[in-house]
């Protein structure tokens, strides 16, 4: 089982700026992948970025590449999401996402508000 910890400040106002991070724990793999899903009131949830743990390459929506980076520190365990020039339409519950062939753990959700 893989234990998922999101952390980070969810009240913006728009243009500007946040990070969220999460970091994992318990039994995981070498192999794998983390990143970031949102979910709107009455929307599915959908992919916003993702990041490979061995080569770092990175995978962005459309709707916010260029606007957000992904990153991960291996010895920790853990995924950032820089959040940049935000938008009213960015304001959703985010959910960070690991990622390997067999099994996908998700966070408890971190809701970002963007005021303008």
């Known amino acids: 089982q893989v234990h998922l910890v999101e952390s980070g400040v969810g009240l913006v106002q728009a243009g500007g700026s946040l990070r969220l991070s999460c970091a994992a724990s318990?039994?995981?793999?070498?192999?794998?992948?983390m990143g970031w899903f949102r979910q709107a009131p009455g929307k599915e949830r959908e992919f916003v970025a993702a990041i490979a743990w061995s080569g770092g390459s990175t995978y962005y929506a459309d709707s916010v590449e260029g606007r957000f980076t992904i990153s991960r520190d291996n010895a920790k365990n853990t995924v950032y999401l820089q959040m940049n020039s935000l938008k009213p339409e960015d304001m959703a519950v985010y959910y960070c996402?690991?990622?390997?062939?067999?099994?996908?753990?998700w966070g408890q959700g971190t809701q970002v508000t963007v005021s303008s």
């Open positions: 996402n690991y990622h390997t062939n067999y099994a996908d753990y």
């Open positions: 318990g039994r995981t793999l070498s192999s794998h992948s």
